[in-house]
DNA sequence: TTACTAAATAGTATCTACTCCTATTTATGA
DNA sequence: TCATAAATAGGAGTAGATACTATTTAGTAA
């Protein structure tokens, strides 16, 4: 792909991106627009400082929180999301036997569960040639049963 | 299962622990003792803070930060394990398409990689019945090809 | 048993990621 | 252009985790 391609992929995105800004009630403001441009740009899955250190450039006084709340209404919105599990105090498992995890997005909480066609996936071939791959867990994302009747 | 049956389950896997500890050459302390045994006792996944108000009530004394190196040990000797991607910092994603996460447990990089087989996995019925699912991902950790070369 | 030594611990200080607060600025709709 | 609610900058505060140091202790060997 050159670079022309991804120049005009991107000024779409960021079309699409205001649009469902307006369409969520968000202002579009150049902060806002230049987080998003810049996570889009990158497939590095950045932390907020690194985001931080990135839009500084065109956006000198850009504060960190401003970042920090951007990235979270992207995820909110739709337009990003997060990686998973990352920002949660760690949490440990004694549980050696195979399971998978649940996690409430809401209160947080992980939920074992087993199911029997998400043991014994294959590991995937070529892409993670290099890799070593220790771990391997179909993990869930969503609202339990209490949040789900209670919803914020 | 009765709880005597629990209590002699809880008993062998201490013996399992001590003994891992005696191959691996780590001391079997009290403190070490006391905090395999709360994590080995719940099915809560907790952090570091929860797992010291429990061991507390056995060993009055004890410090966070030993709760803290305690669990990273039994982790490093795979007596337990931390819930996936959980104490990293928060970190985003901005490609919506369908791909999955590689997470490299030596340096943290994230590495987005797209397998077949991983897509449309079906929902597990029953267990987590009452859950709304929201984000269903196949995560894989391990180590990245630069870290299997040059192992710490 | 006793004495020795490296490992482990308690307690504290420090660091980092993140959130909260307040005054100021700004995007948007009238 | 004006009014106003939303968003921002900057800094203070908080929580989770790590680093440091003096002290204690588990395991070993006399």
Known sequence: MHTHEHQFDLEKK??????????KGL??????VAVYKALVGTD?????????KMVRQD?????????????????????????????QPRRYDGGLENHQ???????????????????NLHNPGQVLE?????????????LCGECSDTPA
């Open 14 to 23: 960021i079309a699409e991106f205001e649009t469902r800004c307006r369409q």
């Open 27 to 32: 202002r579009i403001t150049p902060q806002r």
């Open 44 to 52: 590095t899955h950045p932390t907020a400082e690194e985001v931080h």
């Open 59 to 87: 956006i000198h006084s850009i504060s960190l929180d401003t970042v920090n709340r951007t990235l979270l209404t992207l995820a909110e919105i739709g337009a990003a999301f997060q990686v998973e599990g990352t920002g």
């Open 101 to 119: 995890h649940f996690r409430c997005i809401s209160c947080g909480q992980i939920v074992d569960f087993h199911y029997d066609p998400y043991e």
């Open 130 to 142: 290099n890799c070593t791959i220790l771990r391997k867990t179909v993990y869930l994302e969503g």
